[in-house]
């Protein structure tokens, strides 16, 4: 079985020499004549104004950790339906459980608007 | 095994038996797994050349017009072309951008996408790698594409691409939800998290045992991929070039590539867990076979990212978070436990195809008439504008 | 030096030295990126230790959502990212001493585990270990009550998450 990941181990170092073999090559090919308006930040052909940040918009957080969430509970439910060959019924149905405990919670969060955009 | 039947495990165990005969057994394993992976790896490259080419021209075919047909018969030499004007575009860093995390950003994305070929079954017996994980190994590997693109819009030191890769991440994040439910129902069916055994489970396609699931699973991975009608991670009206604003030349060149070879692994993805991957007749016999069929169902599955691309206009972001919130995932979920429970009782019988299609059709109703109730609700509440006084002629 | 235990010793100390940049950085988004760094090789040691399965819930649930969750907070909340701040103050020299001190107890309390020495028993190479925990997680005699408690733990997180973060809606008649 560690055999089945040395293949992926050895993929992951070729797959990252692979994209830098262009970027390199466009290191010897392309011209590099810097200029300081060119270096500039770009802000659709104006001077930037103020410092780059963004405003604070708690949703994006809210997303993560909604997502954080159903993407541990499906991290539950994955051996779950692997072994479906040798459960009985009531396990598959404990399983379903687990889901809809877990909807109750996506329930939750929409009647609270906390899935909304705005 | 001959070389008709199996060319790859024929050469294979050729130069097995070839550095066997001078090199120790660790080294003769170590150089035919590198020789794997290189082929692997440089198989999902080379097809890129070839996508970008036909996506132009099957998007031109679909806005009634030729596409590229200068460069070499049928355009089919364009994509050396871009590729050649972008190695020779300058590469601007601006100045104030992160310079490690910048330069890493598009290696990442390029990576992360490579690495789903490692466990794609190509033919029976040619597979990277047969983890017995496979299937949450490929949702595992997308999330280092998503951390590329955080990295590639804080790096930039851009408000902009800031901006756009929290709304891209927004999103990605958002449809990584459904994609992962449904990708459940492809291994409830088959019992198996590993890549080969959902394809040779597959005597009769997944399709038709859980339609709506495949086709929830190819919406959130269009998504995924940043595609229209979801590609707003990109728009230039809206947001100039998102993530990859400050990007030029070959690291540009290496999110394009990337997002292309993208569309397309989802394409052949869908292929091996809904269309049966390399099954077809005569596949198990010549193994070549399996492959080209394999190629023609991803190809399929690319031809319809590329239809939905060229029908739909682009969706607004708080319509595809609530359509993913609301709708994709309930919905997925509903599916994955109708099939979970109808699988258990008439899993070995010969009524699965039939209850399980019927049931797939009855959450689909069921989610018809929730967005009806739904859309009815919303008219009802809309307000009823008071008579104002109106000037009449005396 | 069999090839498992150089990948292992790789792994450590790439893990270690990017948990040390992680305390040291000043940029709280250079920390974030080493914390990805040392959570993908705990990742590495677990394939390393035949939990292919974990291996890639780690690097799904902690790099490609927990990890993402901090770093959207971290950018969201820092604003100015250039305010650089001093990475020890007075107090250093104390918690270096008592840190070590802790480390060399757990050293010395874990050395005398008397089972540190043995091997495990070695696994049956024809084991699915994904199936083997899928049955375990919810049959009666073994772990289907702190599966359902589980459950129950990700809603309340979830509900208690939601509370403390959700938008406050705007209401300008409660002025009054």
């Not at chain 1, 060119?38 to 802000?43: A, G, I, S, V």
């Not at chain 2, 983890?131 to 190994?137: E, P």
């Not at chain 2, 436990?337 to 059709?361: E, Q, S, W, Y």
Request: hydrophobic share 60%.
């Amino acid at each position: 079985m560690l055999s089945n990941w040395i293949f992926v181990g050895i993929f992951i170092s070729i797959a990252a020499v692979f994209p830098l073999l262009p970027i390199v090559l466009a290191r010897f090919l392309a011209p590099r004549k810097p200029n300081p308006i060119k270096l500039d930040t770009y802000e659709c052909g104006m001077e930037t104004v103020g410092d780059t940040w963004v405003q604070f918009k708690v949703q994006y957080y809210i997303y993560a950790l909604v997502f954080l969430v159903f993407d541990i509970e499906t991290v539950f439910l994955f051996p779950w339906a692997v072994a479906f060959d040798v459960l009985p019924l009531f396990a598959v149905l404990e399983g379903v459980l687990f889901i809809v405990i877990l909807v109750g919670g996506l329930l939750y969060a929409w009647r609270k608007g906390a899935l909304e955009w705005a | 095994m001959s070389f008709i039947n199996d060319p790859i495990g024929f050469l294979a165990e050729w130069i097995t038996n070839f550095l066997s005969g001078f090199l120790p057994e660790a080294w003769v394993i170590f150089i035919v797994t590198l020789l794997g992976v290189i082929i692997t790896a440089s198989f999902g490259l080379i097809i890129v050349i070839f996508l970008i080419w036909l996506e132009r021209k099957i998007a031109a075919r679909f806005q009634d017009r030729l596409g590229p047909n200068r460069a070499g018969p049928y355009g089919l030499l364009q994509t050396f072309a871009d590729m050649i004007k972008l190695i020779t575009k300058e590469d601007v860093v601006p100045e104030k951008a992160d310079k490690l995390t910048f330069n890493i950003a598009p290696i990442l994305s390029v990576v992360a996408v490579l690495l789903i070929w490692a466990v794609v079954p190509f033919a029976p017996g040619w597979i990277g790698t047969d983890l017995n994980v496979g299937v949450l190994y490929i949702a595992a590997v997308g999330s280092f594409g998503i951390l590329s693109i955080l990295m590639a819009g804080w790096s930039s030191n851009n408000k902009y691409a800031l901006l756009g890769a929290f709304r891209a991440v927004a999103q990605l994040i958002s449809y990584e939800v459904p994609m992962l439910i449904t990708l459940m129902v492809p291994v409830l069916l088959a019992r198996d998290m590993g890549m080969m055994t959902i394809v040779e489970s597959q005597n009769l396609w997944y399709i038709a045992l859980a339609p709506i699931s495949a086709i929830i699973f190819m919406v959130s991975s269009i998504a995924e991929v940043g595609r229209t009608p979801f590609d707003l991670i990109e728009a230039e009206s809206e947001i100039v070039a998102g993530y990859h604003t400050e990007y030029t030349g070959m690291k540009f060149g290496m999110f394009f590539a990337a997002e292309f070879l993208h569309a397309f692994t989802i394409g052949v993805i869908f292929a091996i867990l809904f269309l049966g991957g390399w099954r077809g007749p005569g596949a198990e016999e010549f193994r070549l076979l399996g492959v080209v069929y394999l190629m023609l169902k991803g190809l399929l599955g690319y031809f319809i990212v590329m239809w939905v691309r060229s029908t739909l206009p682009r969706i607004r972001i708080d319509h595809m978070l609530a359509f993913n919130w609301k709708f994709l995932t309930p919905l997925s979920l509903m599916l994955l436990v109708m099939t979970a429970i109808l699988d258990k009782i008439f899993g070995d019988t010969a009524l699965r195809l039939p209850l399980l299609l019927a049931g797939n059709v009855l959450v689909l109703f069921l989610g018809w008439l929730a967005l009806r109730w739904a859309s009815r609700r919303q008219t009802k509440t809309r307000r009823v504008f008071k008579k104002r006084p109106v000037a009449k002629p005396a | 030096m069999t090839v498992e235990q150089a990948v292992f010793l790789f792994t450590s100390f790439l893990i270690l030295f990017s948990g040390f940049m992680m305390v040291t950085r000043q940029n709280l988004v250079h920390a974030a990126l080493y914390l990805v760094v040392a959570l993908f090789g705990v990742a590495v040691i677990f394939v390393l230790l035949e939990a292919g399965f974990l291996a890639v819930v780690q690097v799904l649930v902690y790099i490609g959502a927990i990890a993402i969750l901090m770093i959207f907070a971290v950018m969201l909340t820092r604003g100015d990212v250039s305010q650089e701040q001093e990475p020890v103050n007075a107090n250093f020299g104390w918690a270096l001493l008592l840190a070590a001190l802790f480390c060399f107890g757990l050293i010395v309390l874990i050395g005398q585990w008397p089972a540190i020495d043995s091997q495990a028993p070695a696994l049956d190479p024809e084991a699915d270990t994904v199936l083997d925990l899928g049955a375990a997680l919810v049959s009666p005699d073994a772990y289907v009550i702190p599966f359902e408690v589980a459950s129950v733990l990700l809603l309340a997180a979830l509900i208690g998450a939601l509370v403390v973060a959700r938008p406050q809606k705007k209401n300008p008649r409660s002025a009054k």
